[in-house]
């Protein structure tokens, strides 16, 4: 007798998306996770004592463009979802700032104090690219068929004018984009660093829909879970638990168990098997699922998943324990005293230009010299995160490659290269000099590597370029969610629609699933 009816390889959000819309429907589910906790990229731990730590993602803002949480009633399962707003503050050399917020009146508001005409220019670009940002966040939530494809994008836009006009603007860089559509640098620079969260630089062709995002923003907001960003996949693996399922976590899968031409289980490596009835699904990177087939793996197959592309990193992290805020001089607060814009992602980058130069950099096999940063105080709305008084501070850099032409070390220069990320903070918040630090860990590529399983330390698994998306992630043959065997399907961030704290990838593939061995949609 199998152990479960389904069989999941990682316990990363995607995975354990699917597993419980999988065990919501009447399903054993059994998920074996090779770390201590549930979890993947989105966990919290106590690396200093006293201080909650996420290990990856922080801001949780793609997932409330789905159904998740009130389709698996997530609340019920100990998720406390804080609204935080504002979303982003941008601070300048020259002293300005403004703040993202939810509300589309309040942003203009505050771009106005920098630049009126840019104000206006926000609004207008808000308003011009809502219906397009609005079907691409639809057809993230389907299967990237032709059909639906067509459905949520092609087809909104016909052959009007209007629509050949903004395929123009799609195809290009959003650098570009960006710098047509506004008169000064400030707003492109929010926007566009933003945009650069998902790795490609502003001069990549095709990257405009990362900027066209920007509208989403002002419909979802921004939230964080109370206690940290693994809040969400504790209560996930306490949901699928409360309807029969397990999680067995300290279990490294060894190897996929394939007999005659399918898979029907998995081996540890402590030698443990665990078999399913009906099917397996592989939320690791893909290229871990290669390693786990082995030579099982059709040569076609192999030889795309190969071909993907993982590239080369781009970013790095370092968590804090402060013993204060960073203080801003374009929005000085008392001393010790919280500001509204720490609620926000605290966004340094100056100007695309400034972007563009630490991208060079990186395609140079080196560190960025001044690389753009963001900076994340969440301990400011949630009190659970830091012992009374004191505070976490997690610093995203952009750009680190994960192989260095230097031939240098990550494990000799995180360090370093985390000092020069707090150096480039010093010259927008004075206050943060190094006794400010209690103690802190750098997440370096490797580390990403290490720890998270993300290869080359790519947070996004593979290179989310127009090459590698929708019907070509991970391959053109599997970008259904099912995988090059029988009874194997897939999820995560090598899958349509990518990286991200969204849990779409999950929910795609339990349809996938259930499809397939109930004819039973979700």
């Known amino acids: 007798m199998a152990d479960c009816d389904v069989l999941i390889v990682g316990a990363g959000h995607n995975a354990l998306v699917c597993a419980a819309y999988i065990a919501q429907a009447g399903y054993r589910v059994l998920v074996l996770e090779r770390r201590h906790k549930a979890g993947g990229a989105v966990v919290t731990e106590e ?34 979802y804080l609204d935080l707003d504002p979303l982003f503050f941008a601070p300048f050399p020259d002293g300005k700032s403004f703040t993202v917020y939810k509300s589309l009146d309040q942003t203009c508001e505050s771009i106005a104090a920098v630049s009126p005409q840019d104000a206006d220019a926000y609004r207008a670009f808000i308003e011009h690219w809502l219906p397009t940002a609005e079907g691409v966040a639809q057809a993230f939530l389907h299967a990237p068929t032709p059909l639906n494809l067509g459905r949520y994008l092609v087809f909104r836009y016909g052959f009007s004018r209007r629509g050949m006009d903004d395929i123009n ?28 969260q998902s790795g490609p630089p502003p001069t990549e062709p095709f990257s405009a829909p990362f900027a066209l995002w920007q509208p ?47 898979v029907f289980g998995a081996e540890t490596e ?25 030579d099982h793996t059709p040569p076609k197959a192999r030889d795309l998943i190969e071909k993907s592309r993982i590239g080369n ?9 402060v013993d204060e805020l960073p203080n801003y001089s374009a929005a000085p607060t ?20 400034y972007l ?7 395609l140079a096999g080196r560190p960025s010299s001044e690389p753009g940063l963001i900076a994340m105080t969440w301990s400011a709305v949630d009190a659970t995160l830091a012992p009374p008084g004191k505070h976490v501070l997690f610093l ?21 290269e985390a000092h020069r990320m707090f150096e480039v903070l010093r010259r927008y918040a004075p206050n943060m000099t190094p006794d400010k630090i209690i103690g802190w860990l750098v997440e370096t590529p490797l580390y990403l590597e290490r720890e998270l399983g993300l290869y080359r330390g790519n947070v996004m698994h593979l290179d989310m370029s127009i090459d590698q998306m929708f019907l070509l992630r991970p391959a053109l043959t599997m970008s259904s969610y099912r995988g090059p065997l029988k009874g194997l399907y897939l999820t995560g961030a090598s899958t349509h629609p990518g990286g991200g704290i969204m849990g779409a990838s999950g929910r795609n593939a339990a349809a996938a699933v259930l499809k397939d061995v109930s004819r039973r949609k979700i």
């Not at 004592?49 to 997530?74: C, E």
């Not at 290229?287 to 082995?294: A, I, Q």
């Not at 995203?396 to 370093?416: C, M, V």
């Open 47 to 80: 690396i200093i004592p006293g201080y909650q730590f996420d290990l990856g993602g922080s801001a949780h803002i793609l997932i409330h463009h789905t159904p998740i949480v009130s389709d698996l009633r997530l609340t019920d399962y100990g998720l406390d």
């Open 169 to 196: 603007d799609i195809i290009r860089g959003y650098g570009q984009l960006l710098r047509q559509s506004f008169s000064g640098t400030h707003v492109p620079a929010l926007i566009g660093w933003m945009a650069a």
């Open 396 to 416: 995203w850099g952009q750009y680190y490659p994960y192989e260095l032409t230097s031939g240098e070390s990550w494990d000799d220069i995180g360090e370093r």
């Open 334 to 353: 008392p001393e010790g005293g919280i500001g509204l814009h720490h609620t926000a992602m605290q966004f340094i980058c100056p100007d695309l230009g």
């Open 356 to 362: 563009e130069r630490a991208y060079a950099d990186y």
């Open 270 to 294: 402590t030698g443990e098997r665990h078999t399913a009835s009906r099917a397996v699904v592989s939320g690791a990177h893909i290229h871990t699922t290669l390693r786990l087939l082995g």
């Open 216 to 262: 989403m923003y002002h419909v979802s907001g921004m939230k964080r879970p109370r206690g940290g960003s693994g809040m969400l996949t504790q209560a996930l693996a306490r949901m699928i638990e409360a309807h029969g399922g397990s999680v067995l976590t300290n279990s490294p899968v060894r190897r996929l168990l394939v007999e005659h031409g399918r």
């Open 313 to 321: 990193g781009f970013g790095m992290v370092v968590r804090c324990a």
